[in-house]
């Protein structure tokens, strides 16, 4: 049993241990060194050779008679096998140097001796009448023993072969794919540098032709079709340059993931690695313990030695550190070549703080003794096992005796918080895949959690990411990097000065660092005005920063239009999300969208950015357009998957009104820092635990699909940063790209206000509701899809537009399958907008019926048909002594296109079933797939039920 320390107990074992190691490291330091001069100067007349009589009274060696004796022995018993002895002998010195503890010294001592007998063998074999030392053989005795065995029974050839399996195999043991390791990172080497030169103008050729921003998008006009069509050649050149780009990036992540699992082997192997985050050698490491107090408890100290390991977060290697920067410097440099955007450099960030190991390393252990002692007082018989310690919080992991129930351990976090002299402990029971308790306590110093270091810890992983987001650093010291686009949306809560604000600068500057802006779009909504204004320089925004409630009401409606266009686009390219669609080549998408002409041909966006939407306070969102609100975010949160739109929410009141059930529901990924209570907690992660946080970027991460959290410490960014980050990819308000539609949209009280006076004294709800009111009455059917086709508008916007007919009486209610009737005639819709035919003609909104016809089944950015509606009005007002004329024409074309529309409804179910069968495009969609199934079903239902769900 463990006797528990004195409270005032200091740990001596760690200076014990290292002037042991160091003792140790001297003696063998100068036994390798005194076997590699004694061989190295071996001369074979020196005693106690035979070969001179009399013997030579000198001898030659310098490590004189014992060393003459000691190489003649070693070369006489193992030939070319005592070179590999004594420099198996230098490399055990280095690791006693190093600290660095042998794991499994049995197995490694077994494969260094099969290694011996195999390479004794085969060099007894191969260089037969040649010897290093005595005249016995190449391999000394041991080789001539191994080869008269194996001949004998093998003949030549398999001795051969025998003994070289021998030999890998003790190498294998002996060093643990070390050897193998070097060999292949040497071939790799050699091969590199002799292909080096080809790859690199290969890179430069395809990263030339590349130029993403060239690619029009669903958000900005100012790509004109024409210049598409100009650009089809190079844009071809670039996705097989982005192929080969991709597929070099693969094998790329493939060999550093290999590098980074046994990494990870090696870690578990070995017992504790202390090294401090500044150090260059990895000699630089102790192989410590955690000791029992009293002197007498020299076993148990054996024991725990071996038992309580703390891992040290800091324990990659610089080397490799700097590697991974180099890298990043060189996709930096490669995305400047590929696109007219540059990433902003990691050095425009802080690097990480220093932190003093040792230190931090007492005062965990000591810990650790404590809570042992505070167990103990309770009654309890637990043992401390491990200890990984991360910037704000030490995770102790604890084991408890057999029959100890959980629950009596969980009730004890506050009398530890006081025996450990710390304002709160979280207890984890379990770890998750784990058989022991996660005790997390607070660290006497904090360590601020770099932006950068997150990035250079977490390359690897991050670079398969479509929106890799940087969120801080777990109890483990481990980055906590997620893709955005995985989660798919984030909510996150905690009382007002907890880091909410600086999580989400954060996350933005996670985008900028990685994406660019024709990669991600922002929309950024900051009821506070001060939060986010500074970035209104950036170019990724898509609209300057809402600060207006109602204007973001608008903004949250115009992303749920958008969704559902951008889910009509899919299903007509027969894709299932927006990275398959953005990797389709021009003729693939041209095969698949089938474009009635030119036209609108290039009026079909052939990317799609995604599109985050970051609110800092929804709680003042939902305080102006509550229901609003929330049924767009429902909706977004719901379906936006898919189309790569994302919404990003922080809320400083995680109350039951502000996080309602149904947004709860929709956004599985939840961020939680400090709350003021547990049933605040409860409402931001469903379970207590966020009310014991510790403020200041402490945080509770709830991954989706898992009620798992983790703990962990926010990414810090310090003004300065964020300045620097934006200065750097900054535009001028000239060069931003606002997408139009946006820039045009209205807010429900705009509309309602320029709707006064519009003929038939309607609400005026939508630039388009009279050209859509004209189209259902005189086709006589209230659809959605005639509208969709007609005014080449998306699904929602033709829903919302049937709905306000409905409200306005010019359709009847929701009739199943069929399309509603139309409740007014040709006549009375003509009495009411020649009524107002005055105001109707300056009223930008009326378009004719004959040109809004001609647009049918268009894909247009929404504000085309907009625009195209004004132009048309304007020619419109000029010739109205023509409309009656026009009107004939109309009713005429009206008929053609009922039967017209009989047949878009075929098309429309083949396309459908093209969907469906569309086999999988990419394993990881076919998961978002399996993901959006359910969602899919609803929106089937939607298709059904407009009005009902709008309603
Ligand atoms: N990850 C972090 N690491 C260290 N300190 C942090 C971290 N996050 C926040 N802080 C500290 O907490 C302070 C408040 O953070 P922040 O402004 O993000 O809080 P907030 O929750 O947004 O508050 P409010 O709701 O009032 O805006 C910061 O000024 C900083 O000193």
Redesign the pocket.
Known sequence: MLRAPSPTYVPKMPDLRTAKFDLLAIALAALSLFVCVSLGTYDRYDPPSTLAWPSPTEVQNAGGRVGAMAAHGMFSMLGVGAYFAAVSLLGVTGLVIARRPIDQPAVRAFGWGLSMLGGCTLASIAFSGWSPGPVVGAGGFLGAMGRAWLESNFAATGAVIFALSVLAAGLLLCTDYFVFRAAAVATAAATAVSTQGLARVGAIGGAAARRLSYKRTDLDGYHSAAKGDEEDEEEELDEEADAEEEDDDESEYEEEDEDEEDEDEEDGEIAISVKTPTSTAPAAAAAEAVAVAGASAASLREKLTSALRVKNPNDKKKSEREEIIDQLDAADQDGALDMDYELPPLDLLLPADDVCYDEHEKEVRRKAKVLEKTFKSFGFNVKVVEIETGPVIAQYEVELEAGLRLSKITGLSDDLAIALRVPSVRIVAPIPGKNTVGIEVPNEH?Q??RLREVIEETDGRAKRMKIPIYL?KDVAGNPMVVDLAALPHLLIA?????????????IILSILMSRTPDEVRMLMIDP?MV?LSGYRKLPHLMHPVVTDMKKAEAILAWGVDKMEERYALLARAGVRHISVYNQLSEEELRERIQPEGEEEWGLVPRYLPFIVIVA??IADLMMTAGKDVEQHIIRLAQKSRAVGIHLIL?T?KPTVDVITGLIKSNLPARIA?QVASRTDSRVVLDEMGADKLL???DMLFLSPGTSMLLRG????LSDDEITKVVDFVGVGTDDQRFASELMQLKTKEEEEEEGQGIPGGFKKRDELYEAAVDIVVREGRGSVSLLQRCLGIGYGRAARLIDFMAEDKIVGQYNGSQAREVAISIEEWEAMTAGSSGEAAEAPAVASPPQAMAKRNKIVPETEPAEEADDELGEESEDEADWDEEAEEDEAEAEVEEEDSDEWEEEEEEEEAEVEEEPWEDDEEEEAWEDDDEEDDEEEEDDEEPLANSA
């Open positions: 904090r601020l959690v801080g905690g009382r007002t000065g907890t880091g909410k604000s600086v999580c989400l600068n954060t506070k939060e800092d306070e922080a400083q820092f403020g200041n970027g410490q926010g990414t810090y």
